[in-house]
């Protein structure tokens, strides 16, 4: 068995407009020192699923259903005890917002050793020495100093440093990276990117790395899983994802970036809106925006609503058009942009 | 191409005051230290840099939401630096501004509608075929239903707002506009849709943008020209091949390098300049270079003297004393399109041949380049 896995999860909020079905049907499986991307839109599902994982969906109007195994562990049905002394012990998490995730009351130095009292038997001091010891690792400089700082004295990237020297403090086995960097600066993200595949070399950490910028899935993954609508549409190795995608949405993904290494001319855009998950289209949630349509199977596409589909074993599509088909469509595509024809 | 805009030597401070009766001024955060741009008609500059370099603020003083501290700025010939508020408002309908949030930049208790159509109200223009009509087929330019006429923003999608910022910003045909990181809250498939509208609004009606964004790859995209901004200092200005083929400036070449490509097998090759340390206090700005503190290059001439604008050639200015000579000719990561010509000691290979030999590595190789003497001759 793998060490994480996540076999068919729903996530379902009901609201006041109606039953939100914010993630269906998602499985997939990942090993100890490896990164899977998840990537998608807002609204595509991708954070509620992570905070599925981290059993952070509590309350009523929710419900979840589905298996998700940490080594051995079901944490679906895991008791709220449990799932908190796994939470920054096994695994750990680290948010997009590094200004708004951390307490502006307390300095870093208190922050960090209190990780560090709620999970391990240790002195305050000894507690005070790791997040000492966290600090430096993450390269913070004049650690003995900046320990005694609060957030605010901090500036953006040193804050995201400060949130995974917490997210790492215990040496979790899974580390949930939500979109880490969207709030830095490109030179910070380089920092930052290097410090996350550094200590993951050092910890064999799994990490899930949630993010919508493809540039950063292509340095970081070994696995991708691209969701829309609540649902995994692809599933793929790094180089089968972005040297042969399958799924539409994913080419137009690929095809629609402005990117250092293109030709520069017009942007081939996904036309259309994300869907609304309230009122998810009939057929293929994607069928509204896709532009890669054929006549003989479009009616298909309107109403039956494809499966997951195996392209081979490690690369699955939820799409009703042949292989060829979609091949031709990607090939034709990714051309355009790279060679500008 | 005839020039538009003039800008030069534009200075905004803002003061640090201390006391409450009697206000005393302790400092000030020098945002924009005198910076030099000129825009032709139908042009579009990009502004990038790092969040607290002051591209922002260098955009609001252009047009005077923000009064500018310093320099000069020319609009179609006429000088605004110092024109009243009263005088100014006939000017607006020629230059506008759409901004980064379609969340706050829309009053959310007025109609898309009453939105559109304020330029109208404010310059007390009447176009023909009556107000409504001629927003509805501003709206209808943009990609918007013109059948919403009268529903409110928070209706609408973040995509569909920024369209309704950028109708109102189009409504009186306007000949500048200053695009603040116009893309920059929208998810990638909405940004690709409103960078095609951007392109095509220009290409219509002749705007000459002022694109200010954080992202190179958005800016690359849109961008005639682009200038690099580094602690309120443009630290590079060029044609757009011109500058990501061959970035002169250390610190142009660091942010290009940290830019992650979507191709696995390209990053894989790549090395990332790594900066150190973090952006200096605008309060505090370090002596001589304003890079120097950062910067794997600097001498002790960079830590005592800011270094000019220089003139490189093909309209290609770099403020460094050691700019980087190495040009990335076909080992660039950006693309084999660029159109310039092969510098001498590199051969450009044709494009089939250079997507498919990666093994060849035209990535970014900083340790190719000599960076041990820093006295290279130029």
Known sequence: ?341 | MSEILKVENLEKKFPITKGILFKKQIGSVNAVNGINLSLGEGETLGLVGESGCGKSTAGRAILRLLDPSAGTVTFEGTDITTMSRKDLVPMRSRMQMIFQDPFSSLNPRHTVGSIISAPYAVQGIKPEGGVKRAVQETMERVGLNPEHYNRYPNEFSGGQRQRIGIARAVTLKPKFIVCDEPVSALDVSIQAQVINLLQDLQDEFGIAYLFVAHDLSVVRQISDRVAVMYLGHIVEQAPRDGLYSHPYHPYTHALLSAVPVPDPKLEAQRERIVLQGDLPSPINLPSGCVFSTRCWKATDLCHSTMPELKEMGDGHKVACHFPIMESLGSVTIFGPDSGLTPQPDRVVQPPSEVLQDMESGRALRPKDIDYAGGEEPY
């Open chain 1, 1 to 341: 068995m793998s060490f994480l896995t996540v076999n068919d999860l729903q996530v379902a909020f009901s609201t006041e407009d109606g039953v939100v079905h914010a993630v269906d049907g998602v499985s997939f499986t990942l090993e100890r020192g490896k990164t899977l991307a998840i990537v998608g839109e807002s609204g595509s599902g991708k954070s509620v699923t992570s905070q599925a994982i981290m059993g952070l969906h509590t309350g009523r109007g929710v419900k979840i259903s589905g298996e998700i195994h940490l080594d051995g562990i079901n944490l679906v049905t895991a008791s709220s005890e449990q799932m908190r002394s796994m939470r920054g012990n096994q695994m750990a998490m680290i948010f997009q917002d590094p200004f708004a995730s951390l307490h502006p009351f307390y300095r870093i130095g208190r922050q960090l050793s209190e990780a560090v009292l709620a999970h391990r038997k240790v002195s305050k001091k000894e507690a005070k020495a790791e997040a000492l010891r966290m600090l430096t690792k993450v390269g913070i400089p004049n650690p003995e100093q900046r320990i005694e700082d609060y957030p605010h004295q901090l500036s953006g990237g040193m804050r995201q440093r400060v949130m995974i020297a917490m997210a790492l403090i215990n040496g979790p086995e899974l580390l949930i990276a939500d979109e880490p960097t969207t709030a830095l600066d490109v030179t910070v993200q380089a920092q930052i990117l290097e410090l996350l595949a550094e200590l993951q070399a050092e910890f064999n950490t799994a990490i899930i790395l949630i993010t919508h910028d493809l540039g950063i899935v292509a340095d970081m993954a070994d696995e991708i899983v691209v969701m829309y609508g609540g649902r995994i549409v692809e599933r793929a190795g790094l180089h089968d994802l972005f040297y042969q995608p399958q799924m539409p949405y994913t080419v137009g993904l690929l095809s629609s970036v402005p990117r250092l290494d293109s030709a520069g001319n017009r942007l081939l855009s996904i036309g259309g809106q994300p869907p609304s998950l309230i009122h998810l289209p009939q057929g293929c949630v994607f069928h509204p925006r896709c532009a890669a349509r054929n006549p003989e199977v479009e009616l298909q596409c309107a109403t039956v609503r494809p499966e997951l589909r195996k392209v081979s074993d490690d690369h699955l599509v939820r799409c009703h058009l042949d292989e060829a088909e979609r091949e031709a469509f990607a090939t034709k595509r990714l051309a355009e942009v790279l060679d500008g024809e």
